[in-house]
C-alpha cells in the first residue's frame, strides 16, 4: 500500500514506521520542520534511524502548501495515517486543549478533500486511553487531563471531515508503550538511567492500574489495523490494543526483573506511599494483543530492549542467563 504518515519522529511514530515498512508498504513520511538538525537528539536519533525506504520530506505541515504539494504528485493513496499530535507537558494542568485541538486539526479539512479523489480508502487517527469513553476502569470513563480532552475532541474533528468526503476514519487507541528509543523521562527509560548509574529510582504512583505495551508489539497492532481498515473501508473502526495490565508497581517489577536479568544489573525500586489520586485508579485498554502478533515474540522484544539501553548507557556485556 501507499501510505502517507505524520508523526514519523515520535516514539511510537518511529516504531509504526518500521514495522509498516517491514511488510513492504511504501510509505510518506512528513515533517514540520525544515530539517533533522531542528530536532531534538532523541527525535534526530529515531529519524536517522528510520527505514531508508521510507520516503521524507520536510517543513510539510498538514494543510500546508508542500503537504498540497506532495499529496498532488501522485494519483493513489491507499491510507493517511495522522500520528502527529501536539503532546507538550501532556500531564500539567495548564495544557491548552484550545491551543492543542487547532494544532491537532490544522488543515485536516483540506486533507481529506485532497485525499478523497485519490482512491484514499481510510484515515487512521491515533487516540489514547487516556481520552474520555476510551478503554475500561474506573468509572465514569472521564480524560485522564486536558491533554486527554485535547485528544478526544481532536479525534471527532477529524472524524467528521473524513467521512464528510467518505473516507472510512479508524481509530488506533494506544495504552503505554515503552521500549527503545523513547523519550527520556519517560517511566522505564527513568528507570533503566536510574539502574545503570548505580541509582534507586522512586516510583510515586506504584497504585495506579494501568495497560504497559512493548511498543514492537503496539507496532504490529497498529501495521495491522492499516491493512485491515484500508483493505476493508470498513466505517469507524477502532481498536484498543493492550498488553500488561497491572498495577505500575507490579509491572515495574516485572521491567526490573527483565532489564537485570539481561543486563546484569541490580534494580532496586523505591516504592512511595502514594498520595497523588489525581487520575483514575485504573484505566486499560481492552484487548490484549500478544497472542494475535504472529510476528511478534515476547522474549526477543526485551532483548532488543535490553540492548538499546546497554548501548545508550554503556552498559558492559553480561555473560550470564536471563529468566523470560
Same mark, same amino acid.
Given at each position: ?15 509504526? +514506521?518500521?514495522?509498516? &515498512? $517491514? ?19 532523541? &527525535?534526530? !536519533? ?34 493517511? &495515517? ?6 507538550? =507537558? ?5 495544557? =491548552? +486543549?484550545?491551543? $492543542? ?8 479539512? !483540506? ?17 489514547? #486511553? ?42 488506533? +487507541? ?6 527503545? #528509543? ?29 495497560? =504497559?505495551?512493548? +511498543? ?18 470498513? &466505517? ?13 508497581? !507490579?509491572?515495574?517489577?516485572?521491567? $526490573? ?51 538499546? #539501553?546497554?548501548?545508550? #548507557? =554503556? ?10
Amino acid at each position: 500500500m501507499k501510505i502517507l504518515f505524520t508523526g514519523a519522529s515520535s516514539f511510537s511514530g518511529f516504531w509504526y +514506521v518500521k514495522a509498516l &515498512c $517491514a511488510r513492504g508498504h511504501e510509505l510518506f513520511c512528513t515533517f514540520t520542520k525544515p530539517s533533522p538538525n531542528e530536532y531534538d537528539e532523541t &527525535c534526530r !536519533e529515531r529519524i536517522e534511524s528510520l527505514p531508508a525506504d521510507a520516503k521524507k520530506t520536510w517543513a510539510c505541515p498538514t494543510g500546508s502548501e508542500a503537504f498540497k504539494t506532495l499529496v498532488e504528485s501522485s494519483d493513489r493513496w491507499d491510507s493517511v &495515517c495522522l500520528h502527529g499530535a501536539s503532546v507538550g =507537558n501532556y500531564k500539567s494542568p495548564d495544557f =491548552n +486543549v484550545f491551543d $492543542a485541538l487547532r494544532a491537532n486539526t490544522a488543515g485536516i479539512a !483540506e486533507l481529506s478533500s485532497w485525499m478523497s479523489p485519490r482512491g484514499c480508502r481510510a484515515a487512521i487517527a491515533t487516540g489514547s #486511553y487516556s481520552e474520555a469513553d476510551e478503554g475500561c476502569g474506573t468509572t465514569p470513563l472521564k480524560a485522564f487531563a486536558p491533554y486527554g480532552l485535547s485528544k478526544t475532541l481532536s479525534f471527532e474533528y477529524t472524524r467528521f471531515h473524513f467521512l464528510q468526503t467518505g473516507i472510512s476514519t479508524g481509530k488506533f +487507541v494506544m495504552p503505554n508503550p515503552f521500549g527503545a #528509543y523513547e523519550k527520556p523521562g519517560s517511566f522505564t527509560t527513568y528507570l533503566a538511567k536510574c539502574w545503570a548509574e548505580g541509582k534507586t529510582p522512586k516510583v510515586r504512583t506504584p497504585d495506579y492500574i494501568r495497560d =504497559n505495551i512493548h +511498543v514492537s508489539l503496539l507496532a504490529e497492532a497498529y501495521a495491522d489495523f492499516v491493512e485491515t481498515t484500508a483493505r476493508s473501508g470498513f &466505517c469507524s473502526a477502532k481498536i484498543n490494543p493492550g498488553e500488561y495490565r497491572s498495577t505500575q508497581k !507490579e509491572f515495574a517489577l516485572m521491567f $526490573a526483573r527483565q532489564i537485570g536479568d539481561r543486563l546484569g544489573l541490580e534494580t532496586p525500586i523505591d516504592f512511595a506511599v502514594q498520595s497523588d489520586f489525581s487520575e483514575p485508579m485504573a484505566r486499560t485498554n481492552t484487548l490484549d494483543y500478544a497472542p494475535l502478533a504472529t510476528r511478534w515474540n515476547e522474549s526477543a522484544a526485551w532483548d532488543f530492549t535490553a540492548a538499546y #539501553y546497554a548501548r545508550k #548507557y =554503556n552498559i558492559p556485556p553480561h555473560q550470564g542467563t536471563h529468566r523470560t
